[in-house]
């Protein structure tokens, strides 16, 4: 096909049935995306996915760190990544030498780190969560003290919840969740007086505590399913919004003051999509050492719902 000629849903659905590839996009990812997903959904439901589903090749629309998870836990599989920058700002913000320094400060401790981090941060971890399960990772893990990393508003949600244990907390943030402002749940609140206030636990904690309710993606889609409420406001980022709004079109959704946008998350297009199809590129390929120890932290993880 020359490349003025116009690739059609058709195109991509014949080349994914001859590469018999199977595609995972994340809750974030532009609706044209989330409209050719054979999975649709959050970190800890992508991940579970991509280590129990049978396929040799996995297309995963989203981010580094999750394409990265998928092929720890299923190292046979191919693992494509469609567009090789999409990292995660708040992956970044935690090195392997910080993280070293701040365990020989707490050698007592257990590192659980949040999935969105490097392999070699996970290799450096006893356990990883997601936003669904980080409270009950805490809480069931078998020591009293923990190393929490990176996100500290997640961090705080877990304190709160888990305040028997002695937890330390990185201070790292989301840069598309940190913009949605106290001011903006009062005005939501005046403006829908009969909306549920939904919001990610990587908001900042004075927006959380101020919400109806704390939940991951995959959370917020199961809590306005069986909710009686009508209409919702959300806080999180706008891919959201598509979704709840596909599956539940007799309730209404508002974003949580402006529409925030991961960038790294948009983009991935449906022409990045079908050449990253096309071409299988790009690869997620990871050191051995660290896959073996990555995936220690990552296999506890999905235990734990
Ligand atoms: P979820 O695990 O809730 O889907 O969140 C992932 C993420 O990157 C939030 O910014
Ligand atoms: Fe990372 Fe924030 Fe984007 Fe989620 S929304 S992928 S945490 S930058």
Known sequence: MSSEEKITKDDFLRLKKQKKALILAHNYQLGEIQDLADYLGDSLELAKVSREVEAELIVFCGVTFMAETAKILSPEKKVLLPVKEAGCPLADTISPSQLIKLKQDYPEAWVVS??????????????????????????????????????KNLGWWVKKNVPEKDIILWQGG?????????????????????????????????????????????????????????????????????????????????????????RNMKMTTFTALYNCLKREEFEMNLEPEIMVSARVALERMVQYV
């Open 114 to 151: 949040y999935v969105n981090t490097s392999a070699e941060i996970k290799a450096l971890s006893d356990v990883c969560c997601t936003s669904a399960n980080a409270v009950s990772v805490v809480k069931n893990i078998p020591v009293n003290q923990v190393i929490f990393v990176p996100d």
């Open 174 to 262: 989301c840069f598309v969740h940190e913009q949605f402002k106290e001011s903006d749940v009062d005005i939501s609140r005046k403006n829908y007086p009969n909306a549920e206030i939904l919001v990610h636990p990587e908001c900042n904690f004075k927006v959380l505590e101020k919400s109806d309710k704390i939940l991951s993606t995959g959370g917020m889609v199961n809590w306005v399913k069986q909710s009686s409420a009508k209409t919702f406001v959300i806080g999180t980022e706008q891919g959201m919004i598509y979704r709840l709004g596909k599956e539940n079109p007799e309730k209404t959704f508002y974003s949580l003051g402006m529409a925030r946008l991961c």
